[in-house]
């Protein structure tokens, strides 16, 4: 798979440095194939070289993507994921493709095979590097005798159930779960949300089997397809591919006396073989919600973090998730 057609719709090595600056002139987020790395002048040139090491350690680990080294700085936003836009970062490097794909097979175990290098250089003759990695056959490796591996946007140790999986040569699939708020309507004594939750699978040739998933919301009470499910709505699904996504809509109703306070949701999943996740949102329901469609969810919510694994959250998550069960 050519991740370098699919982000740039170019052959990594037809690239140019104007490309790779077209492509950041609109704010871009990283996901699970797509990590960026700005290079910032003072500091320690070896630290950066490790982060390069490990994303790329975390590629071969998952399911492949790109590293662009010299990005625009990133910023870090209120939900948690990283995004970069503006000037890129270029700087004076004697490394060529060859030096660094060398560096990569030297300090990554088992030797990693798959890593395409590019070199774009501007007028100055500063660098920057777009590196194409596959996902390996030869999974699990390591760098500095850690495993790492890339989930949801970020590259992090890999948990011990991940190797363990890997050793074992079985793929996890890896599921995203989002909520949107789609429309606002009333009847009266209440106010209607009107939700789309959608599951979808990222892993291109892993089904994932047995999907479970549960919404939690407080106040309020879910309706699907007209039936009340009180604060607690859970569904199973048989199977879930790639490129056929889950998707169905549901009814928030909320009494008017209550549109005062914080709304929360919780959107918990998993399968049998991915890990469980969940997509937690909070709106503030202060002054009610104007009637209509919804066309940017941004201006109600005041939290928003989506697809986070149970070590991701705060200690002190568990204890708000079983106040909202206890509540709702």
């Known amino acids: 798979m050519s991740y370098s057609k699919i982000v740039f719709n170019k052959n990594i090595y037809d690239l140019e440095f104007s490309d790779i600056e077209t492509y950041f002139n609109t704010n871009k987020e990283e996901n699970l194939h797509l990590e960026f790395k700005s290079y910032v002048p003072n500091g320690d040139y070896s630290k950066k070289e490790e982060a390069i090491k490990k994303a790329v350690?975390?590629?071969?680990?998952?399911?492949?993507?790109?590293?662009?080294?010299?990005?625009?700085?990133?910023?870090?936003?209120?939900?948690?994921?990283?995004?970069?836009?503006?000037?890129?970062?270029?700087?004076?490097?004697?490394?060529?493709?060859?030096?660094?794909?060398?560096?990569?097979?030297?300090?990554?175990?088992?030797?990693?095979?798959g890593i395409k290098v590019q070199v774009l250089k501007n007028a100055n003759n500063e660098s920057i590097f777009i590196i194409e990695v596959e996902k390996s056959i030869e999974r699990p490796h390591q760098y500095d005798n850690r495993y790492y591996i890339r989930l949801d946007g970020q590259t992090r140790i890999a948990p011990h159930y991940l190797i363990s999986a890997l050793m074992k040569s079985t793929d996890f699939p890896v599921i995203r779960g989002h909520l949107r708020l789609k429309t606002i309507t009333t009847n009266g004594n209440n106010i209607l949300l009107h939700f789309r939750k959608l599951l979808f699978n990222?892993?291109?040739?892993?089904?994932?089997?047995?999907?479970?998933?549960?919404?939690?919301?407080?106040?309020?009470?879910?309706?699907?397809?007209?039936?009340?499910?009180?604060?607690?709505?859970?569904?199973?699904?048989?199977?879930?591919?790639?490129?056929?996504?889950?998707?169905?809509?549901?009814?928030?109703?909320?009494?008017?006396?209550?549109?005062?306070?914080?709304?929360?949701?919780?959107?918990?999943?998993?399968?049998?073989?991915?890990?469980?996740?969940?997509?937690?949102?909070?709106?503030?329901?202060?002054?009610?919600?104007?009637?209509?469609?919804?066309?940017?969810?941004?201006?109600?919510?005041?939290?928003?973090?989506?697809?986070?694994?149970?070590s991701d959250v705060a200690n002190n998550s568990s204890d708000v998730n079983i106040e909202l069960l206890l509540n709702t």
């Not at 889950?246 to 306070?261: A, D, V």
Request: proline letters at 8%; hydrophobic letters at 35%; aromatic letters at 10%.
């Open 202 to 310: 990222t892993s291109i040739y892993n089904n994932e089997k047995n999907i479970y998933m549960r919404v939690v919301a407080h106040p309020g009470e879910i309706f699907v397809n007209g039936i009340n499910e009180t604060g607690i709505f859970n569904q199973n699904y048989p199977i879930l591919s790639n490129g056929a996504p889950l998707m169905s809509n549901f009814i928030l109703s909320i009494p008017s006396y209550q549109n005062n306070q914080e709304l929360s949701i919780i959107f918990q999943f998993g399968g049998e073989k991915s890990p469980s996740k969940s997509s937690t949102y909070k709106f503030n329901l202060n002054g009610g919600f104007p009637i209509g469609n919804v066309p940017d969810e941004s201006i109600y919510i005041t939290e928003k973090r989506e697809n986070k694994l149970p």
């Open 57 to 113: 350690c975390g590629l071969l680990n998952s399911e492949g993507g790109i590293v662009i080294w010299g990005a625009p700085i990133e910023t870090k936003e209120a939900n948690g994921n990283t995004s970069a836009i503006g000037a890129l970062t270029p700087f004076s490097s004697p490394l060529d493709k060859d030096r660094l794909v060398n560096i990569f097979s030297s300090s990554i175990n088992p030797l990693p095979l």
